[in-house]
């Protein structure tokens, strides 16, 4: 008796990015097209404006969407010293606001919080579930919003917090050591601050591969940077190699290069949590580099 095969057409996930022209937003909006099983909206800030709760809230009125991925963020670390209000609503009121929608409309939301949530005084890579302590308005206001999102608790949600993120996108550190290695002959890089670099390719194929497999009642927190550990100063003399840049790097202090705002000391994000629940594996962060620096058309 033949076989008869009955096709069975599974509902497409419909995705809203925000934050599409950042470093993340530009990594999803290129790996989208090999998502065909997702149906993607992108937006950035003229679309929606993080910044205008109003125009937050109307945005969706008319809309359904079965997962967010907020890549919206206030990111600029010195200004945020001198800019809080505006840093507090974008990166915590509107927030807020989108949780609650998520939680009205039954959307999952996957939210992008930071390593700056922590002091920096570890002694070992921090846990999800390791105390906050943000030392300065950025890392307060991100932590404002995963604390926001915790209170809304909508379903089928997560927050990742990761670390040091580079792409071929946007500006970032990688672009702006490789502009800074051509131009001079040498530079002074702080080497007692330590973390991960994070290339944004990896986590936004990592956030597309799990989707479908986050099922919660109420949001969890999980962290994500490439594997491995670096200071600035190893992460510069790792560019200029692989780049073939001929400019000397000097090792100082955070002390000697003073900013606005702090940073933290220690970076190191523990991954077993994502690892373990997603089955995902991690790439080292110096092979991640090579492939961003590729990308970019550097000769790695």
Known sequence: MPTTLISVKTSMYKILITGENGQLGSELKELSSFYTQYEFTFVDRNTLDFSNLCKLEDYFDNKTFDVIINCAAYTAVDKAESESDLANTINHRAVSLLAKIAKKKNISLIHISTDYVFNGQNYRPYIETDP?????????????????????????????????????????????????????????????????????????????????????????????????????????????????????????????????????????????????????????????????????????
């Open 132 to 300: 906050t302590d943000p030392q300065g308005i950025y890392g307060r206001t991100k932590r404002d919003g995963e604390n926001a999102i915790l209170e809304a608790s909508p379903k089928n949600s997560i927050i990742i917090r990761t670390s040091w993120v580079y792409s071929s996108f946007g500006n970032n550190f990688v672009k702006t050591m490789l502009r800074l290695g051509k131009e001079r002959d040498s530079l002074s890089v702080i080497f007692d601050q330590v973390g991960t670099p994070t290339y944004a390719r990896d986590l936004a194929k990592t956030i597309l591969d799990i989707l479908p497999q986050i099922k919660n009642e109420t949001p969890e927190i999980y962290h994500y940077s490439n594997e491995g550990v670096a200071s600035w100063y190893d992460f510069t003399q790792s560019i200029f190699e692989l780049s073939k840049i001929d400019c000397s790097v000097n090792a100082i202090t955070a002390e000697e290069y003073p900013l606005p705002a702090p940073r933290p000391h220690y970076s190191l994000l523990n991954k077993a949590k994502i690892k373990n629940d997603f089955g995902i594996t991690i790439p080292y962060w110096k092979n991640s580099l090579k492939q961003c620096l590729e990308h970019l058309g550097e000769k790695a």
